[in-house]
């Protein structure tokens, strides 16, 4: 569990990085963090492959499937908290900077790896099932809260702000919302998945 979030949090950072990268050097870093993300896909793949020949403790397909999104999705929201921290730059397409080109480019990387990985099986049991269910609801409920906040907050937002906040920038916070609400949903189930994992290895073998 410890491997995982370290994982994670630092795709959240690499992604707030590159973006802040981007707009420093006025140079697209969205191969970069692609790149970063085939390679971890294929360095994990080989570390749990190589955990099957020798203890025989690496994650099911379904545990696999969740890391890869999470870490995924980690760096994609690490991108966009960066790109709504300048709510001043414009970064459609073409604005004089690479940060919407960034963003679909590691967008795409995410899906071509999900692709590879769903190849790869995903037979799930009820502990599985039961795992993903929890982990669904969390981030339903968090997608919820996010949604009504944010709500209230453009509901009694001061004029003299609420004149500033573009439809698109808002557009944006509500992107931002929904893909943290998927973070919190994998990182749900990364944490449920550890805890059985420790369950069963307290258990131990044959008892």
Known sequence: MPRSII???????FGFLLALASLQFNFPTGWIGALALVTWTVWAWRRWANLEKTTGLE????????????VGTALLFGHLIA????????????RENYLAIDSWTMLAAMIGVSFAVSKAG???????????AHGTKAGFVSLIAGLVIFSFVMGFLPPSQGKSLTLFMAGNIQIAIVV????????????????????????????
């Open 59 to 70: 994650p099911g397909a379904p545990e696999r499937n969740v890391r890869f999104y999470a």
């Open 7 to 13: 994982t994670i949090c630092g795709a959240l950072v």
């Open 180 to 207: 943290a609400s998927l973070l919190i949903k994998y990182a749900a189930q990364l944490i449920e998945y550890a805890k059985d994992t420790n369950a069963n290895s307290a258990i131990g073998p044959g008892e």
């Open 83 to 94: 790109t709504l921290a300048y709510p001043d730059i414009d970064f459609h397409v073409g």
């Open 122 to 132: 995903n037979i799930r049991d009820e502990r599985d099932e039961t795992i993903i």
